[in-house]
Each structure stands twice: as structure tokens, then as C-alpha cells.
T-cell receptor
Framework: KAGVTQTPRYLIKTRGQQVTLSCSPISGHRSVSWYQQTPGQGLQFLFEYFSETQRNKGNFPGRFSGRQFSNSRSEMNVSTLELGDSALYLC??????????????FGPGTRLTVT | AQSVTQLGSHVSVSEGALVLLRCNYSSSVPPYLFWYVQYPNQGLQLLLKYTTGATLVKGINGFEAEFKKSETSFHLTKPSAHMSDAAEYFCAVSPYNTDKLIFGTGTRLQVFP
């Protein structure tokens, strides 16, 4: 069974640009969550989607947005990039969106560098 | 609000020695607790989790953790460290009925021969 895939794996953008990151969950998984990982702030929760609905949102500015499609694939978008958006963006999927009951599987991440 | 605190950003042990990584949680209700491991340039992998029931939880790669409500702790242990255990370890808590994970700041484990 294929794991969680994230594309692209590496990305370099310039301040002010926008970026879209993609996450394909494990087949059959309906929940997708996104996290930002930086050396300074650690792992921070961005969003959680379940059956195309955003169920939870972290404390990030409105420049960060996401969506989930009917096939459970998810995208996140960051507009007007800032240097501080440089991070590893991790996606995780699970079967039913209940962390206590179903294991979340993480993808390898997309490394975004903003110059 | 739920949170976790990991004591010690770096822990160094000799191969064969006991591994102890500390995690304390803050939660007004019984939490779901997790330990994840991250190897360089990789995503996170679940080591073990506590939801309900037995307070001593066994995970993969010989790790285990004990949920102690009186101490609000969920420390991770392994009796004998292996070189392959060198990685970053994250403790996390999750609210009920959601996939949202609130992570601690992580502990980097170094294992010396």
C-alpha cells in the first residue's frame, strides 16, 4: 500500500509569491491534516480536513488556506509568501480522523524555502 | 487548552544504556497521548499511543511509555539504546474525536558507541 505522498518535495520561492502544496493520502483515508515544522516554532498544526470539510484550523494568518477534494487529496496554499514561511510542511492522513482510534501516517514533507 | 512539555531538548546516552525521554501534559480532560519519532529528512512515525485502559503502553522498536495521571506525565523509555535510535522524538496530545495533534518541542536523542 502506498504511503502518504507530498509534492513537490522541495520548493524555492520569492517573497510575495504564492505557493500550492499537494498531499495524496493513503488510499481509503478520509482525514488529512497539515503541519508546519520550523526550528524556532517546532511542529504547529495548520488544518484538518475530513470528507472535504475543514474541521479544525490552527492559529495561522489568512494567507494560509487549504482544501480537500472528493478523492481525499488535499492542497494547501500560502499567498504573499514571507521569509518566515520557510519550513517543512508535513501532511498526515488517517482513516477516520480520530487520532486516538486511528493511526495518522505522515508524508515526507515539502521543504519550502522563501528567499 | 491542551499542551505538552518535553524536558530536555537534547539527550545523549551510550549504546546499551537506558533511554528516558520526558513528557508532561496539560489537559482538563483525559487526553490521548502519543510519541512520534522523526529521522533526518523524513516525516513522523508513530511509536506508541495512550487512549484508555492499560497505563503502560508498548510501542515499536522496544519503546514503551507509562501514563501517570497523578503526575500528568507520559515518559518514553527503552531499556537498551541502539545506534539506530538516534533521532528526534516528539510527544503529542490530541483533543477527543479529532486528528489534530499538539506537539511538544521535541527531544533529540544521540546514541554514542
Amino acid at each position: 500500500k502506498a504511503g502518504v505522498t507530498q509534492t513537490p518535495r522541495y520548493l524555492i520561492k520569492t517573497r510575495g509569491q504564492q505557493v500550492t502544496l499537494s498531499c495524496s493520502p493513503i488510499s481509503g483515508h478520509r482525514s488529512v491534516s497539515w503541519y508546519q515544522q520550523t526550528p524556532g516554532q517546532g511542529l504547529q498544526f495548520l488544518f484538518e480536513y475530513f470528507s472535504e470539510t475543514q474541521r479544525n484550523k490552527g492559529n495561522f494568518p489568512g494567507r494560509f488556506s487549504g482544501r480537500q477534494f472528493s478523492n481525499s487529496r488535499s492542497e494547501m496554499n500560502v499567498s504573499t509568501l514571507e521569509l518566515g514561511d520557510s519550513a517543512l510542511y508535513l501532511c498526515a492522513s488517517s482513516l477516520e480522523g480520530v487520532a486516538g482510534a486511528y493511526e495518522q501516517y505522515f508524508g515526507p514533507g515539502t521543504r519550502l524555502t522563501v528567499t | 487548552a491542551q499542551s505538552v512539555t518535553q524536558l530536555g531538548s537534547h539527550v545523549s546516552v551510550s549504546e546499551g544504556a537506558l533511554v528516558l525521554l520526558r513528557c508532561n501534559y496539560s489537559s482538563s480532560v483525559p487526553p490521548y497521548l502519543f510519541w512520534y519519532v522523526q529521522y533526518p529528512n523524513q516525516g513522523l512515525q508513530l511509536l506508541l499511543k495512550y487512549t484508555t485502559g492499560a497505563t503502560l503502553v508498548k510501542g515499536i522498536n522496544g519503546f514503551e511509555a507509562e501514563f501517570k495521571k497523578s503526575e500528568t506525565s507520559f515518559h518514553l523509555t527503552k531499556p537498551s539504546a541502539h545506534m539506530s535510535d538516534a533521532a528526534e522524538y516528539f510527544c503529542a496530545v490530541s483533543p477527543y474525536n479529532t486528528d489534530k495533534l499538539i506537539f511538544g518541542t521535541g527531544t533529540r536523542l544521540q546514541v554514542f558507541p
